[in-house]
C-alpha cells in the first residue's frame, strides 16, 4: 500500500512560530499556494480516499489539493488527525511559553503521561493518530493508495511509529506543504520519500526575491 503524507500549507501563526495545536487558524495566502503546489504535483496520481484533520488549515489544503488532480478522490474529514492539544500554550511563542512555564517547557520532548497545562499527553495524541491511521489502512480495499493531509505533528506520530523510533522524537523536519511518501506491506513501511518539497521551489524563489 502506497501511503502519502503531506503537511498543510503555511498559516501566520506557522510563520510567527506560534503553537496552533487543535485552534482552528486558517491558511495564510502563501499556504493557499503551497497547497495549489502539492495538487499539481499530484494531479496525475491516484488515490482512494484523502483523509484530512477536519482543522481548517488542513481541510483548506486538502480541498486545494483535490481541487487541481485530474482524477480526485472522495475527501473524509477526521478528528482524530488533529493535531496534539497544546492548551495554555496555543497562540503562544516558544520563548512566550518558556518564560511562564520553565519546568514545563523542560519537558516538552518527553513522551508519555506528560501534557502541556490543559493539553494533552503524548501518549493519548500518539493513540489516536495510529488508531484512526489502522482504521483506515485496514478499510482499503487491495492495498489502494492513500492520500493523507495532516499535521506536522500527526507525521511526526505515525513516522514514530513506522519507523520505530520508539517513544523518542522522531529527528525528522517537517514543512508546510512537504510531501513524505511510504510504502507498507503488512509488517514494515519504506520510506521514498521524505518530506519532500521540490514542488515549492518556484514559491521559495519569489519569497526570497
Same mark, same amino acid.
Given at each position: ?5 503531506v ?35 499530484l ?29 480526485p ?6 478528528? +482524530? ?11 503562544l ?10 519546568? +514545563? ?75 513524505? +511518501? ?5 509488517e ?22
Amino acid at each position: 500500500m502506497k501511503v502519502v503524507l503531506v503537511r498543510h500549507g503555511i498559516t501566520e501563526w506557522n510563520a510567527q512560530r506560534r503553537f496552533q495545536g487543535q485552534t482552528d487558524v486558517a491558511l495564510s495566502a502563501l499556504g493557499k499556494l503551497q497547497a495549489r503546489a502539492v495538487g499539481r504535483r499530484l494531479r496525475g496520481d491516484s488515490f482512494a480516499a484523502c483523509i484530512a484533520s477536519d482543522l481548517r488549515r488542513a481541510r483548506e489544503t486538502a480541498e486545494a489539493i483535490l481541487a487541481e488532480m485530474a482524477q480526485p478522490p472522495p475527501l473524509r474529514l477526521e478528528p +482524530e488527525l488533529r493535531e496534539m492539544h497544546f492548551g495554555a500554550w496555543e497562540g503562544l511563542t516558544f520563548d512566550e511559553i518558556a518564560e511562564r512555564w520553565p519546568e +514545563e517547557t523542560a519537558n516538552f520532548r518527553r513522551q508519555g503521561l506528560w501534557a502541556p497545562p490543559d493539553g494533552e499527553t503524548w501518549a493519548a495524541f500518539d493513540a489516536r493518530v495510529r488508531r484512526s491511521f489502522d482504521r483506515h489502512c485496514s478499510a482499503s480495499a487491495n492495498g489502494d493508495a492513500l492520500l493523507y493531509v495532516v499535521h506536522g505533528g500527526v507525521i511526526h506520530a505515525l513516522l514514530r511509529r513506522l519507523m520505530r523510533f520508539g517513544g523518542g522524537a522522531a529527528p525528522i523536519r517537517i514543512d508546510p506543504a512537504g510531501v513524505t +511518501e511510504m510504502e507498507l506491506d503488512g509488517e514494515s513501511a519504506w520510506v521514498r520519500l521524505l518530506n519532500d518539497r521540490c514542488h515549492l521551489d518556484e514559491l521559495d524563489a519569489i519569497e526570497t526575491a
